[in-house]
């Protein structure tokens, strides 16, 4: 039984995946190419952020190294498979939409940089951010063409010059 019926039931089961929220294939790769840098890189600098006496250094650091694993477990699970809970909190975020990874990614990142602001933590966070910015991006979605822009400005005016019109013939 193939048909209508059956991709309707199919897709009411669970929240949109990011493909259907205008995210084009080659974006959505990037978006998971940064997150995996950005794990890459928090994790580095979060080692040689903990290297030092001083404690909101270390602090930073730990919650870089977080931070990293964070990202690497949502962004690619295959990397976390000792871990028996990643590919459900993989598809945990994957129901997300676009502008919540945002916003999580850019807090996440954020946080070190609070902590201890030092070379650091920002050239090590700013990968990281640089995802949440992804993100955010696509959540906007897509910009328009300019013959639909002059076209709804057009309607706009001839609305204007109606509603106008109609001011002046009541007044007469």
């Given at each position: 039984m193939s048909g209508a019926g059956g991709a309707a039931v199919a897709s009411g089961d669970s929240?949109?995946?990011?493909?259907?929220?205008?995210?084009?294939?080659?974006?959505?790769?990037?978006?998971?190419?940064s997150g995996v840098l950005g794990a890459v890189s928090c994790a580095i600098s979060g080692?040689?952020?903990?290297?030092?006496?001083?404690?909101?250094?270390?602090?930073?650091?730990?919650?870089?190294?977080?931070?990293?694993?964070?990202?690497?477990?949502?962004?690619?699970?295959?990397?976390?498979?000792?871990?028996?809970?990643?590919?459900?909190?993989?598809?945990?975020?994957d129901q997300l939409r676009s502008w919540q990874k945002a916003v999580f990614y850019c807090g996440m990142a954020v946080v070190p940089i609070v902590i201890s602001l030092t070379l650091t933590t920002l050239l090590g966070n700013a990968i990281a951010f640089a995802?949440?910015?992804?993100?955010?991006?696509?959540?906007?979605?897509?910009?328009?063409?300019?013959v639909s822009y002059a076209r709804i400005r057009q309607q706009r005016q001839q609305a204007d010059e109606e509603k106008l019109t109609d001011t002046l013939e009541g007044e007469l």
């Open positions: 929240a949109p995946p990011a493909q259907e929220e205008g995210m084009t294939w080659w974006y959505r790769w990037l978006c998971r190419l080692l040689f952020n903990c290297i030092t006496i001083h404690p909101l250094n270390i602090a930073a650091g730990v919650w870089m190294i977080t931070n990293a694993f964070v990202l690497l477990l949502c962004e690619a699970p295959f990397c976390c498979q000792f871990i028996e809970f990643a590919n459900t909190v993989a598809a945990k975020v995802t949440g910015v992804l993100y955010g991006l696509s959540a906007l979605g897509k910009k328009g063409d300019a």
